[in-house]
């Protein structure tokens, strides 16, 4: 066996039981500590509506029994159905909402990627100037943004006042595009439909820049750091030394240099992502999974509650193995 | 080391702070006067607020004018002494979550380090596996099972911070223990615990007032976002920033935005204020990691 294989087994194994013990905080946090039926009734319900809630949720038979066939559940793939709108299959549900999630990501991910890079590189260039401090302070305030805040100041000046952009939704009534990917706008440009894309990008906007803006401090201060670094490298120098124009070393030489630590972080970033997204997802109503966790807290849907939160553990799992996959894959010293 | 001696370090280390380092200071002290400016205005809200926070006193919506700095409500309170009363559930909690997860974090990281073995197999994979955790959305898990109260949610936002105490303290015990003061004091027949709290916890405490704070900054934002999306620790008529953000928000789109914008800044100032702080401390504590 290569050893890229050997290192994908083991690092499958391994994930086995961070997965058991995400599962096992979610039963624990959920059933044991946590106490369902008042959760659902408010506490003041009679006494037969109480069992009645139990039996629905198997809450009456002895824990390790709930927690084995929690388990077993889910080892078949069944988060368990809805409490209301018809017990639909809560994975059902999950899936209908990912796509929005998924598209609110990545854009929020490219937007956030591009003014890390930029603000960085900038900083690393000015080093203990003016824009440099300026610059590193930005670093610092877009982790403190509390995103419903900026969401809120970007609604208010370019969809209230300007009204540029839409503030809500993913896309405007009937304009939905064929249902290929479910990412709006990809389903547009393979439908070609020009209208569908421009409400779907007009619409992503505004969340995506929220959500861009609050990850992208952390990649301003790492690509400072690592511009800084690799800037007095003796290959810059030299490339200073032969008369490069500053702008190609900057870019072609130092950049792609300081470009590896800050993939990794990419990979650390993906829990911060989600977070972020059902913030900004419950400020623009936009109908990922983050509304849908809300609105089902709202209405204290317990099972769907459970299963969302599962299903976001199961995710955070999944990539965070396959960034390490790749990453051994890319970078051989990883394996050992 | 005493825990005496670390402190006259901390002290030594402040004053030698070199004027190129000014923009850290300049940095700290912003930190900490926006910190202790809230925190004073939390301790001191019945004297500065100048309205009973929950109860109506002027027309709905007015907007900021000169009776109401700040405007009022869409139920006629006045939001400026909302804010300032706001303050203290927040910081109450902030509090309270940070005690929590520093006494779960800081033994458990000295023990699991200590005895190593399968005891910290163990811990580490359990903490492992809860830092890799999105921590607002286990957060939301705690607080949406427990039912919300102040100390469900101080509780949820907690357990979110435990880890990285842990990992942190487990860290420098790891690089410590075999350390050659710590064999002298085996040496002498100094008992385990004497040696986790006289030697080794003396020797990390330097690293906790950067977590520390950092922490202040995290359990803010998670306040705030429980409270946004409705797991608050209060409920109405009780001011709260997230909450009062909430429900301001819904009037935006008629171009009423003193409701929601002010307690949003709140939250942002009090957030920046801890980070401010941890980012100057850090600096300042950090000698390599300075350039």
Not at chain 1, 82 to 110: D, K, N, Q, Y
Request: with cysteine; proline share 5%.
């Amino acid at each position: 066996m290569t050893s890229l294989r050997i290192y994908v087994v083991r690092r499958i194994l391994l994930a086995i039981p961070t997965i058991l013990i995400l599962l096992t905080i979610v039963f624990v946090v959920m059933r044991v500590a946590g106490d369902p039926v008042s959760a659902i009734l408010g506490g003041h319900a009679p006494a037969e509506q109480i069992e009645r809630i139990k039996e629905q949720l198997g809450l009456n038979k002895p824990l390790y029994v709930q927690y084995l066939e929690y388990l077993w559940q889910l080892f078949h793939g069944d988060l368990g159905r809805s409490m209301i709108w018809g017990r639909r299959p809560v994975l059902v549900e999950i899936l209908e909402h990912f796509p929005a999630t998924l598209e609110l990501s990545i854009s929020a991910f490219i937007v956030s990627i591009f003014i890390g890079i930029i603000t960085g590189v900038h900083s690393a260039r000015n080093y203990n100037k003016p824009t440099d401090h300026m610059l590193r302070l930005y670093g610092i305030v877009t982790y403190a943004l509390f995103i419903p805040w900026i969401g809120l100041i970007l609604q208010l000046i370019f969809g209230v006042y300007l009204g540029w952009l839409p503030t809500s939704g993913r896309i405007d009534t009937l304009m939905e595009p064929k249902h290929i990917t479910g990412l709006y706008v990809l389903d547009s440009i393979l439908t070609l439909n020009i209208p569908s894309l421009i409400s779907a990008i007009r619409h992503l906007i505004l969340p995506s820049i929220t959500l861009g803006i609050y990850l992208s401090g952390i990649y301003t201060r790492l690509t400072r750091s690592n511009m800084l670094e690799i800037l007095r490298k003796d290959f810059i120098t030299a490339a200073k030394a032969r008369g490069l124009p500053e702008d190609t070393i900057i870019y072609k030489h130092a950049l792609k240099n300081a470009f590896i630590p800050i993939l990794t972080m990419m990979g650390l970033q993906f829990a911060l992502l989600l977070a972020g997204a059902v913030l900004t997802e419950t400020t623009f109503s936009w109908p990922g999974m983050g509304t849908f966790l809300a609105e089902r807290i709202f209405y204290r849907d317990y099972t769907t509650v459970q299963g969302t939160i599962v299903f976001f553990a199961l995710l955070v799992v999944s990539v965070s193995l396959i960034i390490d996959i790749l990453y051994a894959y890319i970078d051989p010293r990883i394996r050992y | 080391m005493t825990p005496i001696l670390s402190f006259s370090r901390l002290i030594a280390s402040l004053k030698r702070i070199s004027p190129r380092r000014g923009i850290e200071y300049c940095f700290t002290i912003i930190g900490f006067v926006i910190t202790l400016s809230i925190i004073l205005m939390a301790i001191f809200a019945p004297y500065i607020a100048p309205y009973d926070p929950t109860k109506r006193v002027g027309g709905l919506l007015e907007g900021p004018n000169s009776h109401f700095i700040m405007g009022t409500d869409s139920l006629g309170r006045d939001i400026f002494s909302r804010i300032i009363y706001g303050s203290r559930i927040v910081l109450r909690v902030t509090l309270l979550s940070i005690v929590i997860s520093f006494f779960c974090g800081v033994p458990l990281g000295l023990i699991a380090g200590y005895v190593g073995g399968k005891l910290d197999s163990v811990l580490s994979l359990v903490m492992d596996a809860m830092y890799a955790f999105p921590g607002l959305i286990l957060a939301i898990a705690i607080a949406a099972a427990l039912g919300p109260s102040e100390i469900t949610v101080s509780l949820a936002i907690a357990v979110i911070y435990i880890p990285t105490y842990f990992r942190m303290i487990r860290g420098h015990v790891l690089s410590l223990k075999e350390s050659l003061f710590i064999e002298a004091a085996r040496a002498i027949g100094a008992r385990d615990r004497t040696i986790i709290f006289k030697y080794i916890f003396p020797n990390v405490i330097l690293s906790i007032p950067i977590i520390l704070s950092l922490n202040a900054a995290d359990a803010v934002l998670t306040e705030a976002a429980l409270s946004f999306l409705g797991l608050g620790p209060v409920t109405a008529p009780t001011p709260d920033w997230g909450m009062d953000l909430r429900m301001g928000h819904a009037y935006l789109a008629a171009k009423i935005w003193w409701p929601s914008t002010f307690p949003g800044l709140m939250i942002v100032l009090l957030t920046l204020g801890f980070s401010l702080l941890g980012e100057g401390i850090s600096e300042i504590l950090n000698p390599r990691l300075r350039r």
